[in-house]
């Protein structure tokens, strides 16, 4: 595609259930990062892929959080049993390298009652 | 630990010329970013600056100090579709992105 997609676009869950939040990356990008972004604040990273490995996934709150790109393209961000502190929008972007300008998608908004 | 230190919120009439500051404290520096994000939206690329100086584009310019950790948006002839956030972002040691908080500007008329 042109651009980075995700979805859903919007994800309404109970606390506790179990989300999957899917990111279409541009073609041919090499790096695929996930942010998590809270109303007024910048993105917070979450983790960093480079093809298939994930190099980097320091910025996962916590072990609930989980995050796979097995064919070093779509990538998927679980998130098990979710809590109301979970709501924000996740957003996904790509780069051709690990430098660079990154794309970002139009974001997940996740809210858990 | 790393910090990006912009203003919460700016006010800016049509037409006239906005600075938007940008001091940052990371371990390592491998360049800023600024990025534009309308309400709901995802950012979206304006610039990048890795040596000191001016880059102009457009009405739009970003200005780098390293020795300051110093940087600056300028954005002149102010539309209303400049309302937006303006968020700074550094790359640190890792390549990591360190994002700032954002500033929201608002456009008068």
């Known amino acids: 595609g042109a651009g980075v997609s995700q979805s859903p676009r919007y994800k309404v869950a109970k606390r506790g259930q179990d989300v999957a939040l899917r990111c279409d990356p541009i073609?041919?990008?090499?790096?695929l990062f996930w942010y998590q972004q809270a109303l007024g604040q910048g993105p917070e990273f979450l983790t960093y892929?480079?093809?298939?490995?994930?190099?980097?996934k320091s910025g996962l709150p916590s072990d609930r959080f989980f995050a796979e790109r097995p064919e070093g393209s779509v990538s998927t961000l679980k998130i098990q049993r979710t809590q109301q502190e979970d709501s924000a929008v996740y957003l996904c972007?790509?780069?051709?390298?690990?430098?660079?300008?990154?794309?970002f998608g139009p974001g997940t908004r996740l809210t858990v009652l | 630990g790393q910090n990006i230190d912009q203003p919460t919120e700016m006010t800016a009439t049509e037409g006239a010329i906005v600075q938007i500051n940008c001091t940052y404290q990371?371990?390592?520096?491998?360049?800023l970013f600024w990025y534009q994000q309308h309400a709901g939206e995802a950012p979206t690329f304006l610039s990048y600056?890795?040596l000191d100086g001016l880059e102009e584009k457009g009405r739009f310019s970003s200005f780098l100090s390293r020795s300051k950790g110093y940087s600056y948006l300028l954005l002149k002839e102010l539309q209303m579709k400049d309302s937006a956030s303006y968020l700074c972002?550094?790359?640190?040691?890792?390549?990591?992105?360190?994002w700032g908080a954002g500033t929201k500007l608002i456009i008068k008329p």
């Open positions: 990371t371990s390592g520096f491998n360049g």
């Open positions: 073609s041919g990008h090499v790096s």
């Open positions: 600056n890795v």
């Open positions: 972002a550094v790359v640190d040691s890792n390549y990591q992105l360190i």
């Open positions: 892929f480079q093809n298939e490995a994930q190099l980097d």
């Open positions: 972007a790509s780069s051709l390298g690990e430098e660079g300008e990154q794309f």
